[in-house]
């Protein structure tokens, strides 16, 4: 069984006391792929570095929603310097987190643009962060994004009208731990209702730990709880979730 982590942040400083060990325990439970997406500059700069360092992990570089207002053409030089690299298979994350409201939204929503230009000009797909914010994303999306280059709406937690409009614009969607919980019946009948082959696995490390695990310090190992719950939505073995979320991941990020 192969599995694909489709989002992380291992490069994080949480894990700098046990990085390796956290990594060996994710082969182990047959994580085979890792993609560690960056979420500013720096951490962009250190999943590149990862990257160069293990084989089975790839990286996303760009400006997560939160930092949206240090986006500006320094940094989209920087941006693009990194995506140079072989390692770089993705772009983001990036998108509007209204939740949070950690930048002002007007400069959430110029960053969004402006890293989709960029993303579309590099021809690398996006992953992109959406949180109480459908209207403005799809708008955006619909506006900025060629359904042809790509990409996956990662941690899905919005609405299935917005789910529907997602694969329209040939969006993936990237499922979480979230999907474990309890209380989220309405979460899982939008995995039922998602074509296994647009469904991408993911932790979102260190956040979104799934049962039985909620609050502690997640990592890639545990993308096998995701998938098991995928499996039990579809009706469908693990190995068999693994294999298509894997090839997945795989032809999306065009990984050979
Ligand atoms: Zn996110
Ligand atoms: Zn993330």
């Known amino acids: 069984m192969e599995l694909f982590d489709s989002h992380a942040h291992i490069d994080f400083p949480r894990y700098n006391k046990d990085r390796n060990k956290v990594i060996d325990r994710a082969r182990a439970e047959g994580v085979r792929y890792i993609l560690?997406?960056?979420?500013?500059?720096?951490?962009?700069?250190?999943?590149?570095?990862?990257?160069?360092?293990?084989?089975?992990?790839?990286?996303?570089?760009?400006?997560?929603?939160?930092?949206?207002?240090?986006?500006?053409?320094?940094?989209?030089?920087?941006?693009?310097?990194?995506?140079?690299?072989?390692?770089?298979?993705?772009?983001?994350?990036?998108?509007?987190?209204?939740?949070?409201?950690?930048?002002?939204?007007?400069?959430?929503?110029?960053?969004?643009?402006?890293?989709?230009?960029?993303?579309s000009s590099l021809e690398l797909p996006v992953i992109i962060h959406s949180r109480e914010a459908e209207e403005d994303t799809i708008k955006i999306l619909k506006e900025e994004w060629d359904p042809e280059d790509g990409g996956v709406v990662h941690c899905y937690s919005s609405s299935a009208e917005m789910a529907k409009k997602l694969l329209d614009l040939n969006f993936h969607i990237g499922f979480t731990g979230l999907i474990t919980f309890k209380n989220l019946e309405w979460l899982r009948r939008i995995v039922s209702?998602?074509?296994?082959?647009?469904?991408?696995?993911?932790?979102?490390?260190?956040?979104?730990?799934?049962?039985?695990?909620?609050?502690?310090?997640?990592?890639?190992?545990?993308?096998?709880?995701?998938?098991?719950?995928?499996?039990?939505?579809?009706?469908?073995?693990?190995?068999?979730?693994?294999?298509?979320?894997?090839?997945?991941?795989?032809?999306?990020?065009?990984?050979?």
Request: charged letters at 25%; proline letters at 5%.
């Open 36 to 119: 560690n997406c960056g979420a500013d500059l720096e951490s962009s700069q250190r999943a590149v570095k990862l990257a160069q360092e293990f084989d089975d992990i790839f990286a996303a570089v760009g400006i997560h929603p939160h930092e949206g207002s240090t986006y500006n053409l320094e940094a989209a030089k920087k941006l693009q310097d990194l995506a140079g690299s072989e390692e770089v298979v993705a772009f983001g994350e990036i998108g509007l987190d209204y939740h949070y409201d950690n930048s002002p939204r007007d400069e959430q929503r110029q960053a969004f643009r402006a890293q989709l230009r960029l993303a």
């Open 193 to 256: 209702n998602t074509p296994i082959n647009k469904i991408l696995v993911e932790t979102d490390s260190p956040y979104m730990s799934p049962e039985p695990y909620r609050g502690r310090r997640n990592e890639p190992a545990r993308v096998k709880e995701v998938a098991m719950q995928v499996a039990k939505c579809h009706n469908l073995t693990m190995d068999k979730v693994a294999e298509i979320t894997t090839q997945n991941g795989l032809d999306l990020f065009k990984i050979n």
